[in-house]
């Protein structure tokens, strides 16, 4: 197994989950490719995207569905930080890797590097008890997990962030 999915699958029994990683013959880096490797809908995919408010890491999990508003995103960070954050990004792909541990493509939920505040869109959580997949250390591994364990997984803050 690979260190990423040990560090991803200790994250899930850490947090009481019983779901376990599973590893896919073909890439699931893209929403897409996840969800055509299982044969589900791209809002059944948790996208972990990593950005930067005044240089600080957000966790932001939007559906594979979905798009980050940014207009959103700041009057969320607003509420969420307290204040309004003056510059806000996206992190590219060596931010993402220094800070998550994981590469683009594979970057998970939990079991980063540092504990990442984390906003989860209410999209996401729309679903009830429906299974979600999300990405677990590598570009071909994913984990399923309903809405309440994805919030009971990464402390996340429910808010409107995608368009």
Same mark, same amino acid.
């Given at each position: 197994? #690979?260190?990423?999915?040990?560090?991803?699958?200790?994250?899930?029994?850490a947090? @009481?989950?019983?779901?376990?990683?599973?590893?896919?013959?073909?890439?699931?880096?893209?929403?897409?490719?996840?969800?055509?490797? &299982?044969?589900?809908?791209?809002?059944?995919?948790?996208?972990?995207?990593l950005?930067?408010?005044?240089?600080?890491?957000?966790?932001?999990? *939007?559906?594979?569905?979905r798009?980050?508003?940014?207009?959103?995103?700041?009057?969320?960070?607003?509420?969420? +930080?307290?204040r309004?954050?003056?510059?806000?990004?996206?992190?590219d792909?060596?931010?993402?890797?220094?800070?998550?541990?994981?590469p683009? @493509?594979?970057?998970?939920?939990?079991? #980063?590097?540092?504990?990442?505040?984390?906003?989860?869109?209410?999209?996401? +959580?729309?679903?009830?008890?429906? *299974?979600?997949?999300?990405?677990? @250390?590598?570009?071909?591994? &994913?984990?399923?997990?309903?809405a309440?364990? +994805?919030?009971? +997984?990464?402390?996340?803050?429910? *808010?409107? *962030?995608?368009?």
């Amino acid at each position: 197994m #690979h260190p990423n999915v040990r560090r991803v699958q200790a994250a899930l029994e850490a947090a @009481g989950l019983k779901s376990e990683v599973r590893e896919m013959p073909q890439s699931t880096a893209t929403a897409r490719e996840a969800a055509e490797a &299982l044969g589900t809908t791209l809002d059944r995919i948790v996208k972990s995207l990593l950005w930067l408010a005044d240089g600080e890491p957000v966790l932001v999990l *939007v559906s594979g569905a979905r798009r980050v508003d940014e207009a959103k995103l700041a009057r969320a960070l607003s509420g969420f +930080l307290g204040r309004e954050p003056g510059e806000l990004r996206r992190a590219d792909a060596a931010t993402v890797k220094e800070t998550t541990g994981f590469p683009v @493509g594979g970057v998970p939920p939990a079991g #980063h590097l540092r504990p990442l505040p984390t906003l989860v869109d209410r999209n996401l +959580l729309d679903g009830g008890e429906a *299974v979600l997949w999300a990405a677990a @250390g590598t570009p071909r591994t &994913l984990f399923p997990v309903t809405a309440a364990e +994805l919030l009971r +997984l990464t402390g996340g803050e429910p *808010v409107d *962030v995608a368009e």
